[in-house]
């Protein structure tokens, strides 16, 4: 099983600029005060935000958000695409990274758009009221929003109802991160 961690919110607003690395930052428009952040386990923290634009919480694996792969790929290329720690943007709380600085500056620009549904973690387990880590290579795009799978087994099962298990997603999250 891999390790799962969510960060705070309050850590989007700190820059991480390495050896030549580009790294932009987005922090949502609440001040800290406004986000309360809970323990979840020993090594991952959920936190909840009033704000809209910020997601409840993000998948985020050896400190990088959905596995490193760049998510404005998955509509501009139609493909799974790894990010490079040269190019990335704090949002949400997490680092996400990005194939170039176009992706990057495209994702700052909106990152609502490009983000993965139920921050990143896997549609099927939030449909069944979890969450589970995911394998960037099993992703969909339904109705202009991304949605990425545990792997490719759990995405066929997932996709025998795609727009049940959105609904039951849906209705489950982000509560299934607050548990």
């Known amino acids: 099983m891999r390790p799962i961690y969510m960060l705070p919110l309050l850590l989007s607003t700190v820059v991480a600029v390495g ?3 580009s790294t932009t930052t987005s922090a949502p428009s609440e001040s800290a005060e406004t986000a309360t952040a809970a323990a979840d386990s020993e090594a991952s923290t959920t936190t909840e935000a009033t704000d809209d634009t910020a997601l409840a919480a993000v998948f985020v694996e050896d400190e990088v958000a959905i596995a490193g792969a760049d998510p404005v790929a998955y509509f501009t290329e139609e493909a799974y695409v790894p990010g490079s720690a040269e190019f990335t943007h704090e949002w949400s709380g ?3 990274q990005f194939a170039s600085a176009e992706n990057r500056d495209e994702f700052a620009s909106n990152p609502e758009q490009y983000a993965p549904q139920y921050g990143g973690f ?3 387990a939030v449909s069944q009221g979890k969450t589970a880590p995911i394998e960037p290579e099993a992703w969909k795009i339904v109705d202009g929003k991304l949605y990425l799978n545990y792997d490719a087994r759990i995405q066929e099962r997932w996709a025998q109802d795609i727009p049940g298990n959105i ?3 849906d209705s489950n999250w982000p509560g299934v ?3």
């Open 19 to 21: 050896c030549g690395a």
């Open 122 to 124: 896997c549609a099927w």
């Open 94 to 96: 997490a680092t996400w």
């Open 167 to 169: 609904a039951k997603a």
């Open 177 to 179: 991160v607050q548990q």
